[in-house]
């Protein structure tokens, strides 16, 4: 059996989501937390710190919890979305706060956002792949995350990101949340995870029983 790699690519669009916010993220926070609110390195680094802080707990949590949902859209698909519109709105609104306390708050609820879906969109892919074909799988979808990263390196080129620009942020913010909102759209419209996990437990059973077998034993 060969891997299916249309429906990898379209499964690694949940990787293009959280890949394009990562690099706005570390483009864009410290020079705000710098420049804009005057803040020294170690505050500064330390507020940057938060994501790798709340992962320890949250993704743990999440990953969790996406794996005892069962809704229509699946157990993976229904945190991407919800947690990618919170993500963006919040987002978007973190070059228009003047003070740093409310700034602080939006970031950490942004923060929140991207934790409720990590998770879900690393397992995804095991979800719907059989075993033996993960690993490519597993490439695909991380060379689909680096082309969301890419392109958001190429706005922030184009719309000139730095200390010179930090008085006008509002253009490349809006840039990134409409690659992030197009990218959701894609992944919505192609990804068919229930259908997709089930094809995969039938795969499973036909071309690699001794897969199914040792998993029941697990």
Known sequence: MKLNYKKVICVGFAFFLITAFWQAYDKTIPLILTYKFNMNQTLSGLIMAFDNVLAVFLLPLFGAISDKTNSKMGKRTVFILFGTIL????????????????????????????????????????????????????????????VGGLIVLGVGLVVKVGEQTMHNLMPYYIIVCGVILVGLIVFLLTVKENKWAEQMRQDTEKYYPEQDEKEEKV
């Open 87 to 146: 993500a963006i709105v919040s987002f978007i609104f973190l070059p228009l706060i003047g003070n740093v306390w409310l700034f602080v708050a939006v970031l950490l609820i942004t923060l929140l956002s991207m934790a409720t879906f990590r998770s879900p969109a690393v397992a995804l892919m095991p979800d719907v792949t059989c075993k033996p074909l993960r690993s490519k799988g597993n490439a695909i979808i991380n060379l689909v995350g680096t």
